[in-house]
């Protein structure tokens, strides 16, 4: 009954210290998602994957970058932290982007303070 | 460019009916959704309209008409454990989700 994990739960890093962020789903899914989330703001997805091997930019890609290299992991780096990368990290899953409108799966948010 | 409105914040009384609007504007359209999140939680997913008009779940139901880009979700017998954001969500013609800020909705005793 795992669905979708992601580790960290919380971090706090400094100004330039780099980190990454790990989900890990167990449904088999083909699509895989990072979203961040800001007060007064909805979702963005940061980027992507349609598959083992594939990643794609979403809505707010700069300062981060993932890596799918197995089918059930889902890999979010930040190379160099900004405090503009404060935010709540959610990871997420579907069978494919048709459907991930009702039948996403959503990890429990990474919470992450860059001082 | 794609936008989703819906208010910041509705404050309702337990066992009421609160109506929560929502619109939005989107590259195509293949969907409209309304998710619950509590504080500290992922978002859940509550209801889909495709087609126009009313989806009933319980108590919870929720309206569309995309000749207005328009929707709404209408929770009936509201209880405390109500108290969450609801965000609207539409999916364009790309099957990208455009998630709305949310709302805050807020039940008194």
């Known amino acids: 009954n795992a669905g979708v994990t992601q580790t960290p739960k919380f971090r706090v890093l400094k100004t330039g210290q780099s980190m990454t962020l790990l989900c890990a789903q167990d449904m088999n899914h083909e699509y895989m998602y990072w979203y961040r989330q800001d007060p007064g703001m909805g979702l963005r997805l940061i980027h992507y994957s349609v598959g083992e091997g594939t990643t794609a930019k979403g809505e707010v890609p700069d300062g981060y970058n993932v890596s799918r290299l197995k089918k059930q992991n889902f890999l979010l780096g930040l190379e160099s932290a900004a405090p503009s990368q404060t935010s709540v990290y959610f990871c997420?899953?579907?069978?494919?982007?048709?459907?991930?409108?009702?039948?996403?799966?959503f990890g429990e948010g990474s919470w992450l303070t860059v001082v | 460019g794609q936008n989703i409105d819906q208010p910041t914040e509705m404050t309702a009384t337990e066992g009421a009916i609160v109506q929560i609007n929502c619109t939005y504007q989107?590259?195509?359209?293949?969907?409209l959704f309304w998710y619950q999140q509590h504080a500290g939680e992922a978002p859940t997913f509550l209801s889909y309209?495709?087609l126009d008009g009313l989806e009933e779940k319980g108590r919870f139901s929720s309206f569309l008409s995309r000749s207005k880009g328009y929707s709404y979700l209408l929770l009936k017998e509201l209880q405390m454990k109500d108290s969450a954001s609801y965000l609207c969500v539409s999916m364009d013609s790309n099957y990208q989700l455009i998630w709305g800020a949310g709302t805050k909705l807020i039940i008194k005793p």
């Open positions: 989107t590259s195509g359209f293949n969907g």
């Open positions: 309209n495709v």
């Open positions: 997420a899953s579907s069978k494919d982007d048709r459907v991930a409108g009702n039948t996403i799966y």
